[in-house]
């Protein structure tokens, strides 16, 4: 089956500790995204990848990095610079890069962090 | 201001009642509109989607349109308890930079039974 696996479901992280949270698809899609949702916040965007070796900052990039060395997959590190990092952390792809046509997002099931 | 207003709720419905979801949107350039449904710990999953204006129909849903009020809609008919969910509008438009979505703050929905 085809699809965005993230893990881990369910994270711990102590402060002052960095945490990288996996993000993998199998459905060859060009860009790959991750998005942070809080309650009553929706989905903010924190980086986002067009292409392999090659990433933008989104809304809220401030204390994550990214890394994109395979199409497959897009690792998110939240670093201890990083505020608040309790969320539910949401990856998700499109087929290509959508300079000329909507492309479909997909999701993938979600990472929710959480900060002790 | 930002981009995609929604109104959180909680909106609680009977069953069987028809439920009106709302959004209003703010940038001009905005071409695709989508309705996302996300289940309680679940990732978003795509529900609807429009280009421009207008309506689309799909079984019980339809998501409608307007973009000279910058107004976007989903309409539910015959709820259902497994319509239980938050309700995600989102906007996007494509051109020099990349395809983005510009999302809504979600809207909780229960169908009470």
Same mark, same amino acid.
């Given at each position: 089956?085809?699809?965005?696996?993230?893990?881990?479901?369910?994270?711990?992280?102590?402060?002052?500790?960095?945490?990288?949270?996996?993000?993998e698809q199998n459905l060859n899609h060009d860009a790959m995204y991750w998005y942070r949702q809080d309650p009553g916040q929706g989905l903010r965007l924190i980086y986002y990848?067009?292409?392999?070796?090659?990433?933008?900052?989104?809304?809220?990039?401030?204390?994550?990095?990214? #890394?994109?060395?395979?199409?497959? #997959?897009?690792p998110l590190t939240v670093t201890s610079a990083q505020k608040n990092p309790t969320a539910f952390y949401l990856c998700a792809s499109t087929r290509g890069s959508g300079r000329s046509s909507y492309n479909e997002q997909f999701f993938g099931p979600g990472t929710r962090l959480t900060v002790l | 201001q930002k981009e995609v207003e929604q109104d959180p709720g909680p909106l609680?419905?009977?069953?069987?009642?028809?439920?009106?979801?709302?959004?209003?949107?703010?940038?001009s350039a905005f071409q695709y509109f989508m309705w996302y449904r996300q289940y309680s710990r679940k990732g978003p999953e795509l529900l609807m989607y429009t280009y421009s204006s207008g309506n689309k129909e799909d079984g019980r849903f339809t998501a409608q349109v307007d973009k000279s009020s910058k107004y976007i809609s989903l309409f539910i008919r015959d709820s259902q308890p497994s319509d239980s969910a938050t309700y995600l509008c989102a906007a996007a438009y494509s051109g020099a930079g990349s395809y983005q979505l510009t999302f809504g703050k979600g809207t909780k929905l229960s169908v009470i039974p």
């Open positions: 089956d085809g699809g965005i696996t993230q893990s881990p479901k369910y994270l711990f992280r102590k402060e002052g500790q960095n945490v990288t949270l996996s993000c990848s067009q292409i392999v070796n090659d990433f933008q900052k989104g809304d809220i990039a401030e204390g994550y990095s990214v #890394s994109r060395e395979k199409k497959e #997959s897009f | 609680s419905v009977p069953e069987g009642a028809i439920v009106s979801l709302n959004c209003t949107y703010s940038n």
